[in-house]
């Protein structure tokens, strides 16, 4: 029963950012892509204050896996980096702490290309 619980909780707070990102769709006249920034830049400013780690804990991969889990690991990562090594780590702790993710997106990207018959829609 525990393990439907961690199935339901990311379930939901997985929908609730989907069910927000389509109300930002249908209601304003902001782009996808400014939608998809702004859920980057959202994850950056609650995880540098702190605020994001309790809703991984609580929720799982429904609070780590979307663009928000990104920016909050970013933020993370330049924390722990300027911790370590001063000023240097704003500039290398975001992607030493993304570069797993990083490498998977462009690896799966590449397979898929190769697989598949890219072009344009006709």
Same mark, same amino acid.
């Given at each position: 029963?525990?393990?439907?619980?961690?199935?339901?909780? &990311?379930?939901?707070?997985?929908?609730?950012?989907?069910?927000?990102?389509?109300?930002? %769709?249908?209601?304003?006249?902001?782009? !996808? &892509?400014? +939608?998809?920034? =702004?859920?980057?830049? &959202?994850?950056?400013?609650?995880?540098?204050?702190? %605020?994001?780690? !309790?809703?991984?804990?609580?929720?799982?991969?429904?609070? =780590?896996? !979307?663009?928000?889990?990104?920016?909050?690991?970013?933020?993370?990562?330049?924390?722990?980096?300027?911790?370590?090594?001063?000023?240097?780590? +704003?500039?290398?702790?975001?992607?030493?702490?993304? &570069?797993?993710? +990083?490498?998977?997106?462009?690896?799966?990207?590449?397979?898929?290309?190769?697989?598949?018959? !890219?072009?344009?829609? =006709?």
């Amino acid at each position: 029963m525990d393990l439907f619980w961690e199935f339901a909780k &990311a379930f939901l707070v997985g929908g609730v950012f989907c069910a927000i990102g389509q109300a930002l %769709i249908d209601y304003t006249k902001l782009t !996808p &892509a400014r +939608i998809l920034v =702004s859920y980057v830049v &959202a994850g950056v400013i609650l995880g540098g204050l702190g %605020i994001y780690q !309790p809703l991984i804990d609580f929720a799982g991969a429904g609070a =780590s896996v !979307p663009l928000t889990g990104f920016g909050a690991l970013l933020a993370k990562g330049v924390k722990e980096a300027v911790a370590e090594d001063g000023i240097l780590g +704003i500039f290398t702790g975001g992607l030493t702490a993304s &570069a797993a993710g +990083i490498t998977a997106a462009v690896l799966f990207g590449l397979v898929a290309a190769l697989i598949f018959k !890219p072009g344009d829609k =006709s």
